[in-house]
């Protein structure tokens, strides 16, 4: 980050004055394993796909091909290309500033020497991408042995390709207008086939390129049906290769103009070279006779000294530190004063864990071996592109060091979670749109912090932080608190249902909730959506206080109930858990308690929706027909007919009516088989529906929650009992509802 002041630049932190210089620093060589990197991120089925896209991009593999050009400087210098085929539309070669041609020729040209140093010393948006200076120099086209003019252009990337290339305005959009700048020849060597969407005679590349990245912009040119099409074609203006197709000039080109075939990536070596006190030394010393020389394995690591408060680098100032003697020549040295950068040490973190009593080796390559890959890495996606690819070049380098057997990645599943965000805005301690920790946790406590942010959003999703959330989550857990406390001093009666003999529906619909909960929440903790598994644990919750206000609950279930969601709440709320466990009165921690087991109970999904779409029906009815204090509910289920009905339609194609209405078993029930043969064809898709006395069974079971929400009795007939006009009415998973007032 920078600030700028009277036209310099100012660094943000300490007010000076920024300056730009040539250093010499250390690198890894990180793109020796460019190509390695890049395809295994295709067998790293646990990791995002937008990360892997990340590393993709970041990485980057084009296929194409180098070939030399003979400088009058007397140098050759190499290109690297993707599209070969319109080698003989070369018509200027460019130069990046910081190429070592270009270099050479600024000691020896003062307009070239002046035009890098205006580059390199301006801000990208103050040059033009036209801009650059002719060298008065010359290089040899292969294909044509034409001598094209040597520019430097501030176009060319020093870190793209080779940083120099050949020109070709006909196909190239900065070419051409570089060309158009300089008034440089601009001559056309591949044209649109003859089945291509565009005609050959519409295109002129004095006007526009044709170019060379794979796609015409055909915005301006007549006749084209499209907006963008394929560039490929055949070569003109090409000499012995006239009608040749891009494809195979691209082929034959390499070897008739002595190329090699070459995968070129977008990463570049790795600068580990900081000029800071906080990182690990560079175990090198400088000799004034052997040169660098590494510092020997058994004087490894190299310690920091003592900090010195100092300007500039903060090792060159401790003197004693650096003073050191030559590993090969005993001669006096210095060591090397720049440090590594910290994604050095975090490159290879994990390994340590497995033996961090270790202090003769960096880790225990034996169990590093067994232990690795990582099973689950969490991390923000923020490190796709740096931190998780050293890691990954780390691995690689340490398994071809010996050091690891055969492992070459090091995380096998990857999350990333998302950003916090405070009005609007990304967290961020350095703009101060942050909330203080020490504060929320004096009023709401560490765990309600925890419980707001896993439960506002799934992890990989950023969430904005707001105080109502808070709030919510606070209220929740000391809802829960309270309910436990009620029951830890007797101040909740329950029962014992089964010494009783009066076990009831709604003992077995909450002891039911609660095996369907541990289900639900056991399958989403292990996937990671907390946000999901919260859910159903505030939904038994909230479903416990109204069994509580409902009835005296049985004190098996309700115990049970307690324990289950005190333990389901440890993972995000750990020390309020504590706390529920211990007023239970259960021994040791809720942290070494066993995890509850429970499997869902046979179609609970289906017949949850069961309940929920008969309660939303009684509250449409009442709402419609204005029932302001309905007395009694009567529920029909769908006589065993129509269950029959739609279990044949799920199985039947082409006429379902007629189908159905060949079966014996339905001709009896008439014309009203007729309409709701009808009504199935029309639905679709049928999905499973629980059988008439399960419907029965699950809707018994939630007539506690109707009396609760309607203050209202509430009658279900059981299949075949109902009044005739009422079961009717009724469809599997829709049963029939009469309401009086």
Same mark, same amino acid.
């Given at each position: 980050?920078?600030?700028?002041?009277?036209?310099?630049?100012?660094?943000?932190?300490?007010?000076?004055?920024?300056?730009?210089?040539?250093?010499?620093?250390?690198?890894?060589?990180?793109?020796?394993?460019?190509?390695?990197?890049?395809?295994?991120?295709?067998?790293?089925?646990?990791?995002?796909?937008?990360?892997?896209?990340?590393?993709?991009?970041?990485?980057?593999?084009?296929?194409?091909?180098?070939?030399?050009?003979?400088?009058?400087?007397?140098?050759?210098?190499?290109?690297?290309?993707?599209?070969?085929?319109?080698?003989?539309?070369?018509?200027?070669?460019?130069?990046?500033?910081?190429?070592?041609? #270009?270099?050479?020729?600024?000691?020896? +040209?003062?307009?070239?020497?002046?035009?890098?140093?205006?580059?390199?010393?301006?801000?990208?948006?103050?040059?033009?991408?036209?801009?650059?200076?002719?060298?008065?120099?010359?290089?040899?086209?292969?294909?044509?042995?034409?001598?094209?003019?040597?520019?430097?252009?501030?176009?060319?990337?020093?870190?793209?390709?080779?940083?120099?290339?050949?020109?070709?305005?006909?196909? !190239?959009?900065?070419?051409?207008?570089?060309?158009?700048?300089?008034?440089?020849?601009?001559?056309?060597?591949?044209?649109?086939?003859?089945?291509?969407?565009?005609?050959?005679?519409?295109?002129?590349?004095?006007?526009?390129?044709?170019?060379?990245?794979?796609?015409?912009?055909?915005?301006?040119?007549?006749?084209?049906?499209?907006?963008?099409?394929?560039?490929?074609?055949?070569?003109?203006?090409?000499?012995?290769?006239?009608?040749?197709?891009?494809?195979?000039?691209?082929?034959?080109?390499?070897?008739?103009?002595?190329?090699?075939?070459?995968?070129?990536?977008?990463?570049?070596?790795?600068?580990?070279?900081?000029?800071?006190?906080?990182?690990?030394? =560079?175990?090198?010393?400088?000799?004034?006779?052997?040169?660098?020389?590494?510092?020997?394995?058994?004087?490894?690591?190299?310690?920091?000294?003592?900090?010195?408060?100092?300007?500039?680098?903060?090792? +060159?100032?401790?003197?004693?530190?650096?003073?050191?003697?030559?590993?090969?020549?005993?001669?006096?040295?210095?060591?090397?004063?720049?440090?590594?950068?910290?994604?050095?040490?975090?490159?290879?973190?994990?390994?340590?864990?497995?033996?961090?009593?270790?202090?003769?080796?960096?880790?225990?390559?034996?169990?590093?071996?067994?232990?690795?890959?990582?099973?689950?890495?969490?991390?923000?996606?923020?490190?796709?592109?740096?931190?998780?690819?050293?890691?990954?070049?780390?691995?690689?380098?340490?398994?071809?060091?010996?050091?690891?057997?055969?492992?070459?990645?090091?995380?096998?599943?990857?999350?990333?979670?998302?950003?916090?965000?405070?009005?609007?805005?990304?967290?961020?301690?350095?703009?101060?749109?942050?909330?203080?920790? #020490?504060?929320?946790?004096?009023?709401?406590?560490?765990?309600?912090?925890?419980?707001?942010?896993?439960?506002?959003?799934?992890?990989?999703?950023?969430? +904005?932080?707001?105080?109502?959330?808070?709030?919510?989550?606070?209220?929740?857990?000391?809802?829960?608190?309270?309910?436990?406390?009620?029951?830890?001093?007797?101040?909740?009666?329950?029962?014992?249902?089964?010494?009783?003999?009066?076990?009831?529906? =709604?003992?077995?619909?909450?002891?039911?909730?609660?095996?369907?909960?541990?289900?639900?929440?056991?399958?989403?903790?292990?996937?990671?959506?907390?946000?999901?598994?919260?859910?159903?644990?505030?939904?038994?919750?909230?479903?416990?206080?109204?069994?509580?206000?409902?009835?005296?609950?049985?004190?098996?279930?309700?115990?049970?109930?307690?324990?289950?969601?005190?333990?389901?709440?440890?993972?995000?709320?750990?020390?309020?858990?504590?706390?529920?466990?211990?007023?239970?009165?259960? +021994?040791?921690? =809720?942290?070494?308690?066993?995890?509850?087991?429970?499997?869902?109970?046979?179609?609970?999904?289906?017949?949850?929706?069961?309940?929920?779409?008969?309660?939303?029906?009684?509250?449409?009815?009442?709402?419609?027909?204005?029932?302001?204090?309905?007395?009694?509910?009567?529920?029909?289920?769908?006589?065993?007919?129509?269950?029959? #009905?739609?279990?044949?339609?799920?199985?039947?194609?082409?006429?379902?009516?007629?189908?159905?209405?060949?079966?014996?078993?339905?001709?009896?029930?008439?014309?009203?088989?007729?309409?709701?043969?009808?009504?199935?064809?029309?639905?679709?898709?049928? !999905?499973?529906?629980?059988?008439?006395?399960?419907?029965?069974?699950?809707?018994?079971?939630?007539?506690?929650?109707?009396?609760?929400?309607?203050?209202?009795?509430?009658?279900?007939?059981?299949?075949?009992?109902?009044?005739?006009?009422?079961?009717?009415?009724?469809?599997?998973?829709?049963?029939?509802?009469?309401?009086?007032?």
């Amino acid at each position: 980050n920078v600030n700028t002041e009277n036209n310099v630049e100012i660094c943000w932190r300490c007010d000076t004055a920024i300056e730009h210089r040539e250093l010499e620093q250390w690198f890894f060589t990180i793109t020796d394993y460019a190509e390695e990197l890049y395809d295994e991120l295709d067998a790293l089925d646990g990791w995002p796909e937008n990360v892997r896209e990340m590393q993709h991009n970041w990485i980057g593999k084009q296929e194409g091909a180098s070939v030399a050009f003979e400088l009058t400087t007397g140098d050759s210098v190499e290109i690297f290309t993707t599209r070969l085929d319109t080698i003989y539309g070369a018509t200027f070669f460019a130069l990046s500033p910081g190429h070592d041609v #270009a270099q050479q020729l600024a000691e020896e +040209d003062d307009d070239v020497a002046e035009y890098i140093h205006r580059v390199e010393h301006a801000d990208e948006e103050e040059v033009d991408e036209t801009s650059g200076v002719f060298t008065g120099e010359y290089a040899t086209n292969p294909a044509t042995g034409e001598e094209i003019p040597v520019y430097v252009a501030d176009y060319v990337l020093a870190d793209v390709g080779t940083g120099a290339l050949y020109a070709v305005p006909a196909h !190239d959009d900065r070419d051409h207008a570089f060309a158009e700048e300089h008034d440089i020849p601009i001559r056309q060597v591949v044209e649109p086939t003859e089945d291509a969407e565009v005609d050959p005679e519409n295109v002129d590349v004095q006007e526009q390129a044709y170019t060379e990245d794979g796609v015409l912009d055909l915005g301006e040119i007549e006749g084209s049906s499209d907006e963008r099409t394929e560039s490929d074609g055949v070569l003109v203006d090409s000499g012995e290769f006239d009608g040749l197709d891009s494809a195979e000039a691209r082929e034959r080109f390499v070897e008739a103009f002595d190329g090699e075939f070459r995968t070129a990536h977008s990463l570049r070596d790795w600068c580990i070279s900081r000029q800071r006190y906080w990182g690990t030394p =560079i175990p090198f010393v400088e000799c004034p006779d052997c040169g660098y020389v590494p510092v020997p394995e058994d004087d490894l690591p190299v310690e920091l000294p003592e900090f010195i408060r100092t300007t500039g680098n903060p090792l +060159d100032a401790a003197q004693e530190w650096k003073t050191t003697t030559c590993p090969d020549c005993g001669g006096p040295a210095q060591r090397e004063t720049d440090t590594m950068d910290t994604f050095v040490d975090s490159s290879w973190y994990f390994l340590r864990f497995i033996s961090p009593e270790l202090d003769d080796a960096p880790f225990d390559s034996e169990r590093a071996t067994d232990w690795m890959p990582v099973d689950q890495y969490v991390g923000g996606i923020e490190h796709a592109t740096m931190h998780l690819i050293y890691s990954r070049f780390f691995t690689k380098v340490l398994d071809d060091m010996e050091l690891l057997d055969g492992v070459r990645e090091p995380f096998e599943n990857l999350l990333t979670q998302g950003m916090v965000r405070k009005d609007g805005a990304a967290m961020s301690s350095s703009t101060g749109n942050v909330v203080s920790p #020490a504060p929320f946790v004096k009023r709401f406590g560490a765990d309600t912090g925890r419980l707001f942010m896993l439960n506002a959003a799934q992890p990989e999703k950023a969430l +904005d932080w707001t105080e109502e959330g808070a709030e919510s989550a606070h209220a929740f857990l000391q809802n829960v608190h309270d309910l436990v406390a009620r029951y830890a001093e007797g101040e909740i009666d329950t029962r014992d249902a089964a010494a009783a003999g009066d076990g009831g529906t =709604i003992d077995e619909y909450v002891a039911r909730e609660i095996e369907a909960t541990v289900a639900t929440a056991t399958e989403e903790f292990e996937a990671f959506r907390f946000n999901h598994a919260l859910q159903a644990i505030r939904e038994l919750a909230s479903l416990l206080r109204r069994y509580v206000d409902h009835t005296d609950p049985d004190e098996g279930t309700f115990e049970r109930a307690l324990s289950t969601v005190a333990r389901l709440l440890a993972p995000v709320a750990p020390h309020v858990a504590e706390e529920l466990w211990a007023h239970l009165g259960r +021994d040791g921690l =809720i942290a070494e308690a066993d995890w509850p087991e429970a499997d869902e109970p046979a179609g609970y999904e289906t017949a949850r929706l069961l309940v929920e779409n008969t309660r939303e029906d009684v509250r449409d009815i009442v709402g419609v027909a204005g029932i302001e204090d309905p007395s009694l509910i009567e529920i029909a289920v769908a006589p065993e007919w129509k269950h029959y #009905a739609r279990q044949q339609a799920r199985d039947l194609d082409g006429n379902v009516v007629g189908q159905l209405m060949g079966d014996e078993r339905l001709q009896r029930h008439g014309e009203a088989a007729a309409d709701y043969a009808k009504a199935l064809a029309g639905e679709g898709h049928l !999905d499973e529906q629980l059988p008439p006395e399960r419907e029965y069974e699950a809707l018994t079971r939630a007539v506690w929650l109707l009396e609760r929400e309607f203050d209202a009795e509430v009658v279900v007939s059981e299949p075949g009992e109902a009044p005739e006009d009422l079961a009717a009415k009724a469809t599997p998973g829709r049963p029939g509802i009469q309401i009086e007032e």
